[in-house]
């Protein structure tokens, strides 16, 4: 459809689209950071998408009758969303190799799915389309945890994180898994890391995934005000922070090589970050638990000087 | 049996409060059974839970028709149809109420010549503790008279075990102010002796017609159908652009709303959907000259709802 090497149309919030595609309505949180990144994407995607959804909050965007979408949906089992997405991608180059549908009147798939599902049960399911080459957007919007049943502990809840099945002193005992890298190793046509307090990147992003084909990883950090226990007025303040402390990263891998699309240097304490959440107050009273502050620190530094 | 039931919001601990009940109840030597209704199970949501007592085995299931006693925890919701706090309420039934504004003015408002009282607890913005639940627990406690203060203080413990003991000390402390606050009113709730509702009649052979594509798939067919969601009636806090402050900037409160609450006209002027704002206040905190009031709900609880 377009050239990739085309200058992007957004570089300054000016930029941004004025008018909201995704409806208003729905069932989501008050401060949602998963909605707000999906919304964000969903303006610059636009309205020719078939979004195929594995079972989460996301899933609640559509309750019958009501859907906020302008294009199609389909709900899908945890861990199935990627072979919904083969089968709707099969059926539209089908039915344009028959003629039924115009070549033009084609619609992006893409797969919306928590960090749960992305992470566990989906995995393999995604590993096998990344292997078949599955033209699809595939988007994760990170809350890490299961977070529609209440915030359980998930593959990608960060070490420490309190959460409603680590209740003890030293929270969740495990380390994030690192599903950027398992799709980059993967050599997927495109990768990136986004989130809704930074809408410009964002929007950057979902502009040239948009216009590449096979399979294309955007994955969203996405604070969530009841599960990670802070005011939803917060969630813009607390997504900042992720990316100012090198909690999050915003990467971007295509060509083979992985880049930093956003620097703040210097960067802040993760002190900051985690300071501002209910899931990591155990770690400052009943006094500062040192030792796993200057644990989760240092695996930032060493995951921020990976990338450049 | 004793027929309660809670009613307050999403994050406002009713669900808590109905257990805190039941087991005092339980410890008084009551059978008792406990179980919330959550509608969108989302924060600020419309939220309520039942709790039924009696000295007798309980054969009933499902949801009371009605109840002796209604504790609404948050005012607002009185306004809200879809809430259904007054369903089912008969002239044995009392209310009480969550509020600063007397209760002969309820009694007026709601058209009840009389069993209506009222108790008043100020939660200060933000608090995250089960705080509404429990002293709607202490108050329903007192009204029933047959629940001890022990009993009472007992069934907090367990049902608080999990929280900080800070936590339990500030929940326990609001349950039993609004025992305190009740003691005029102790035993008025009497038991309602007779079973409740006719044996339900034999299913009979119902044709269900097939409904036309656009009201069976309006997930494919039907776009946008959310906005008639009116999720503005989640809020508790209401956020008001300021006309002579905003700067018109680059749209920073509407790029990051997350429902996409906030249009721009066309003369840049920023303005706030109502019917969909859930009162996250994301914008009133992004927005750099502090353009955004927020304003209290409560006083809007009684106005009549918009249809459309
Ligand atoms: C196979 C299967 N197991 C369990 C569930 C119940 N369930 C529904 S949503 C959900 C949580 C999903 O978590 P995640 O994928 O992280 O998405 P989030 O809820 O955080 O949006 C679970 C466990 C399910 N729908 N299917
Ligand atoms: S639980 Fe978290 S991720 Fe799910 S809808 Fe609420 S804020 Fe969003
Ligand atoms: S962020 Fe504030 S100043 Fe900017 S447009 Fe919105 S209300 Fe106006
Ligand atoms: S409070 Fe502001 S940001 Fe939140 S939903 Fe309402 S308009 Fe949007």
Known sequence: MSDADEPTRYRRMQDLPSTHLLGSGTSLCAGCGGLGAFRELYEVLGERTVVVNAAGCMSLLATHPFTPFRGSWLYSAMASAPAGAQGVRDALDILIAKRRIPADEDLDVVVLTGDGAASGMGLSATSAAIDRGLDFIYLCYDNEGYGNTGQQSSASTPHGARTATDRGPRGYPGVKKDLFALWVANRPAYAATIIAAEPVDLARKVEKAKRMKGPRLLLALAPCPPGWGFDPKDSIEIGRLAVRTGVWPLLEYADGRVVRTKHYEPRLPVERYLERQRRFAHLFEPRRDEQTLAAIQTAVDEACARVT | ?308
Request: with cysteine; glycine share 8%; charged share 25%.
């Open chain 2, 1 to 308: 049996m004793y027929r309660i039931r809670l009613h307050g919001r999403g994050g406002q601990g009713i669900q808590t409060g109905a257990r805190i009940l039941a087991s005092a109840l339980f410890v008084e030597g009551f059978e008792t059974q406990d179980s919330p209704l959550y509608g969108a199970e989302r924060r600020g949501a419309p939220v309520s839970a039942t709790v039924r007592a009696a000295r007798a085995p309980i054969r009933e299931r499902g949801l009371p028709a009605r109840a002796d006693l209604i504790a609404v925890g948050d005012e607002s919701l009185l306004g809200v149809a879809a809430a259904g706090v007054l369903r089912d309420a008969d002239e044995r039934s009392w209310l009480l109420i969550r509020s600063g504004v007397a209760a002969e003015i309820w009694r007026s408002r709601l058209g009840r010549s009389e069993r209506v009282a009222t108790f008043a607890l100020e939660v200060e913005e933000g608090a995250e503790l089960p705080l509404v639940g429990a002293a709607c627990a202490g108050a329903a406690a007192r009204m029933l008279g047959v629940v001890s203060r022990a009993s009472l203080e007992s069934a907090l413990e367990r049902e608080l075990a999990a929280l900080s003991a800070q936590a339990r000390a500030a929940s326990a402390a609001r349950a039993f102010a609004a025992w305190d606050e009740l003691a005029a009113l102790a035993g008025c709730v009497t038991e309602e002796p007779a079973p409740i509702g006719a044996p339900l009649p034999r299913p009979d052979w119902v044709d269900v017609p097939l409904d036309p594509a656009d009201v069976a798939a309006p997930d494919i067919r039907v776009p946008l159908t959310s906005v008639q969601v009116r999720t503005g009636l989640w809020r508790t806090l209401r956020p008001v652009i300021d006309d002579a402050l905003c700067r018109r900037c680059s749209w920073l409160c509407s790029s990051f709303c997350p429902d996409g609450a906030i249009s721009i006209d066309p003369d840049g002027r920023p303005c706030i959907d109502y019917d969909h704002c859930k009162g996250c206040l994301v914008c009133a905190a992004v927005c750099p000259p502090h353009a955004i009031r927020v304003e209290r709900e409560a006083g809007r609880a009684t106005e009549p709802e918009k249809v459309g």
